[in-house]
């Protein structure tokens, strides 16, 4: 029988990694909210957020390296246009066009709109045969598209610009986490890490941007007071460090989900994603003076329904699949590795837990 220190120990730690993620994920909802209410430049933004990424995960990657005196994955120029490219321009538009709705829409209504990205995961989860088609998956759809309208039929605050781009956001999200679910997974390439993934995705993706930005704000940029212009140079500082501060952000994040993932399970972000919807709602009515009526409020907890359904039928059918993934005989190659080597974690952390388990129970 396990000791309750140890169970008492294991639900202090993930209680502390879900946190640990909520900090990041919901602060850097807020954090760009309120930056694009005095800073109209949300693309340019994003860029800088790429920038960090990218310097703060080469510096994580040569700290790894010299802590296990193991070299990185580095992927060769063909796999990088033809696999990994892809993957980074969807991701780069759809980061892009979410912090762009930021100038339209209040935080409730953009929670509440992303929050359809599973149906746009789902559909190309089907074309990819990354999930198998059952008639719950109907039922998902229906649960979440009738959670949305209901959100979106009353709201005093919509906006159907910001509401278009956020939505248009969601469908380009499902694209970019299939195709990052399919990159994850190509043992071969060896991007099992985030950290890894991280590195490889933001040059693209800053390319991928860029003529975006030039098109929408290149030249409204150079034009404004804010960096090329400012009445005191005292108060360009603060800006730089502002934007940076996004990045940051966002940097947390992914390292945050990381961790999550890679202590607990999968199964764990995804029901603390339920809850952190939740909780950015609130906090948006709370602090953000968003405006909610009970219609919406009814539409929120349907559309919580059938994402909850949708995490609840994946934990199903992922544990009836496990055993088949597992099956001797199979080329390497074949496998399909889940977003995080999760067995590895789980084996190494069972050892551990055991010889814990036993210098403390005894």
């Not at 762009?100 to 929050?115: E, G, R």
Request: glycine content about 6%.
């Amino acid at each position: 029988m396990a000791c309750p220190v140890q169970f008492i120990w294991r639900a202090l730690r993930t209680v502390g990694l879900v946190l640990f993620y909520y900090v990041f994920s919901i602060g850097i909802t807020f954090y760009n909210k309120w930056l694009t209410q005095d800073f109209h430049f949300p693309l340019f933004m994003t860029l800088v957020h790429l920038v960090v990424i990218f310097c703060l995960s080469t510096i994580t990657r040569c700290a790894m390296q010299l802590w296990t005196g193991k070299p990185r994955v580095t992927i060769g120029w063909k796999d990088y246009f033809y696999k990994v490219a892809p993957t980074a321009l969807a991701s780069a538009l759809d980061i892009g066009l979410s912090n762009w709705s930021f100038l339209f829409i209040t935080i409730s209504l953009y929670t509440m709109t992303k929050s359809s990205a599973v149906l746009f995961i789902l559909f190309f989860s089907l074309i990819f045969k990354l999930e198998e088609p059952n008639p719950f998956l109907i039922l998902v759809v229906l649960l979440i598209s009738v959670g949305l309208f209901m959100f979106t039929l009353k709201s005093t605050q919509f906006n159907l610009e910001g509401f278009i781009m956020v939505l248009l956001a969601s469908f380009i999200g499902g694209i970019r986490w299939t195709l990052t679910q399919l990159l994850m997974q190509k043992a071969e390439l060896g991007l099992q890490n985030p950290v890894d993934t991280m590195y490889h995705l933001q040059p693209i993706m800053f390319l991928g941007l860029l003529p975006l930005f030039i098109y929408n704000e290149g030249l409204n940029l150079t034009k404004s007071d804010e960096l090329f212009h400012p009445k005191e140079y005292s108060t360009l500082v603060p800006i730089l460090l502002s934007l940076a501060g996004g990045g940051l952000l966002a940097f947390g994040l992914g390292f945050s989900e990381f961790l999550l993932v890679s202590r607990t399970s999968s199964l764990t972000l995804s029901i603390a994603g339920i809850f952190k919807e939740v909780c950015t709602l609130l906090l948006a009515v709370e602090f953000m003076k968003d405006k909610m009526s009970a219609v919406n409020w009814l539409g929120f907890v349907v559309c919580l329904s059938g994402i909850s359904l949708h995490v609840g039928l994946k934990t199903y059918y992922n544990k009836g699949n496990t055993s088949l993934r597992q099956q001797p005989g199979k080329d390497s190659s074949d496998l399909e590795l889940p977003l995080i080597a999760q067995h590895e974690y789980d084996e190494e952390e069972e050892d551990g837990d055991k010889d814990e388990e036993h210098e403390i129970c005894h």
